[in-house]
């Protein structure tokens, strides 16, 4: 009898502490503390394997800690047992793993129920537009090379970026007009040094492209940049070419893909108003947030700053091949063109091309007054001391293909040395030309720049040695 009695007490202790388990697992489900309640969920499966409401609570746990393809057989089985939001998590999951078409036919089932939620239901629709236009701007993937990124942080995403001296010079704006917080992002003087382009708050508007004409003892009233560049939304990072005519900026207004988006725009000097701006393709835009996107046209580099795939509070800058003219990537299925379009990878990106060759012909063709007359291979024109009695002429000459590649970096370097002393040049020929303000921020630059010099040269002085080092080993064989 006691011990009837005393099963039946542990018996009914188990079953209300399991109750008392799943309620708080599903308080804290409901709060968002999914790691919390996913061992809750899991242990309650083992008792109730078929329970629709148990596999949709577990799934969405697996999905919200980073499990989404160990979450779809739950959330299937869920969705099998009328399990309404199912099929709403499904689709995360699908977007997720990199499956944007599947995860729009179960956005269509979902919208396909019929006891729906006018809520829902609209929220669904406006995920299946945003959808439609990711997989829209998929099929028009630009073939872009690039060759490095760094990521650094938010706060340091205005700070220090070297440009040629024809391409201007980009500061923080916050280091302008101090009143300005970090959002307002970088300011940007074209090569005369003439105008400023930067963003602000104007009474009545958002954050908005302005800019400023250079008086004699100062700057003139910001004048706001006309439609259609600015919108409803808010627009910063102004960015000229050398042309004097080509504008590309940042914007979240209608019709982003998600966050920030870039865009490019013309400007018409004869009626003074600007064409109608282009939203850029893939890979320069994504659904997360793209800052800023400059073209130094004499050393032949792009730089794109995005936080995809990227830790909150850091941004990725990644530097690319500008081409002279649109290239669609073809010939791709839909996830090489996803992975193209999130650069998960810049080797993906080169296409079977020979990168050390696109690399040194394009600084060779844009960089700073390099004389080629008479050299007709792009590998001619070294003069590297192998030894006292060895000098190579072509890149060809190197019997080891690791000094050879060698080689190719340690020209690559000696060209980021002669840019950066080039625009550290200018930068101190300007310097006695400006006002107090704008000395105090080129000096920033300019210490700045003197460090990068400092580093190069060290950088390039190992390269060498390596590269001799390397060559005379390979010889000596």
């Known amino acids: 009898m006691k011990r009837s009695l005393l099963f039946f007490f542990c018996l009914t202790f188990t079953v209300c502490l399991s109750a008392q388990t799943l309620s708080q697992a599903k308080v804290w489900f409901e709060q968002g503390h999914y790691e919390k309640a996913l061992p809750v ?218 966050g920030y988006d870039l865009y490019v725009s013309r400007f018409n000097p004869v009626n003074k108003t600007y064409l109608q701006p282009d939203h850029l393709n893939m890979p320069f835009n994504s659904t997360a947030n793209e800052y800023f996107l400059l073209i130094d046209e004499m050393a032949g580099r792009g730089f794109l700053a995005t936080d995809r795939n990227t830790p909150a509070g850091e941004v990725t800058i990644y530097t690319f091949l500008p081409n002279k003219e649109k290239v669609m990537v073809s010939g791709k299925s839909l996830k090489e063109r996803m992975a193209l379009a999130d650069i998960r990878s810049l080797r993906d990106t080169w296409g079977g091309r020979n990168i050390d060759s696109l690399m040194h012909h394009s600084r060779r063709t844009k960089s700073l007054d390099v004389d080629t007359s008479g050299q007709d291979d792009e590998h001619e024109g070294l003069h590297f001391f192998v030894n006292d009695s060895l000098t190579y002429q072509r890149l060809e000459d190197f019997q080891s293909a690791e000094a050879r590649q060698q080689m190719v970096n340690y020209l690559a370097k000696c060209e980021d040395l002669t840019i950066t002393e080039a625009t550290l040049a200018d930068k101190r020929a300007l310097y006695t030309s400006q006002d107090a303000s704008m000395r105090e921020r080129l000096g920033i630059e300019i210490v700045a720049l003197e460090r990068d010099v400092r580093r190069l040269k060290q950088e390039v002085t190992v390269l060498e040695r390596s590269t001799r080092n390397l060559e005379i080993k390979a010889l000596s064989k």
């Open 41 to 258: 969920f899991r242990q309650q499966l083992k008792s109730r394997p078929s329970d629709g409401s148990i596999n949709y609570w577990y799934g969405v746990c697996l999905l919200k800690t980073g499990q989404a393809h160990d979450a779809l057989s739950y959330l299937e089985k869920a969705k099998g047992r009328k399990v309404q939001q199912a099929g709403w998590y499904l689709t995360d999951a699908h977007v997720l793993l990199g499956e944007p078409d599947v995860a729009m036919t179960e956005l269509d089932t979902y919208l396909s129920i019929s006891n729906l939620s006018d809520e829902r239901r609209d929220a669904a629709q406006r995920r299946k537009d945003s959808l439609q236009t990711y997989l829209r701007y998929l099929e028009r993937v630009e073939d872009v090379v690039f060759i490095d990124s760094v990521r650094v942080p938010l706060s340091n995403l205005y700070q220090g970026i070297h440009l040629s001296p024809a391409a201007g010079i980009v500061l923080p704006a916050q280091s302008l007009f101090p009143r300005m917080s970090l959002e307002y992002g970088q300011a940007y003087f074209p090569e005369r040094n003439d105008r400023v382009f930067y963003a602000d708050t104007l009474p009545g508007f958002g954050l908005e492209l302005v800019g400023r004409h250079r008086l004699l003892d100062g700057w003139g009233d910001p004048e706001r940049l006309p439609e259609p560049i600015n919108t409803e939304g808010n627009e910063f990072n102004p960015y000229f070419l050398q042309d004097g005519v080509t504008l590309y900026y940042a914007s979240d207004g209608p019709g982003t893909l998600g």
